[in-house]
């Protein structure tokens, strides 16, 4: 399964990176590279998160990492995996 990052999902990485940056250059990156490493494992156990609580859809679920939500699809007839965007949790996009 392939792993498409849009976006969206990289323009808030960034600014997440920026501003973890500001206190440690060296946590932004670890916190990058450790997200990473966990978003390359997602499509050996695609379905192993729960549900989205943002969206309606059975097949979009809610990564959890470091307090961050990183909502993605899947979606088996494209054999694609898309993150769809990170933000911090809260109840409502």
């Given at each position: 399964m392939r792993i498409v990052r849009s976006?969206?999902?990289l323009f808030s990485l960034q600014k997440i990176m920026e501003f973890i940056?500001?206190?440690s250059l060296?946590?932004?990156f670890d916190f990058?590279?450790?997200l990473d490493d966990k978003i390359n494992d997602l499509p050996y156990m695609p379905y192993k998160y729960k549900k989205s609580?943002?969206?309606h859809?059975?097949?979009i679920r809610d990564f959890i990492f470091k307090g961050y939500v990183i909502p993605y699809k899947i979606d088996k007839?494209?054999?694609t995996l898309t993150i769809i965007g990170i933000t911090?949790?809260?109840k409502e996009l």
């Open positions: 976006e969206a999902y940056a500001e206190d060296a946590r932004a990058q590279s450790e609580l943002y969206f859809d059975k097949n007839s494209h054999n911090k949790y809260k």
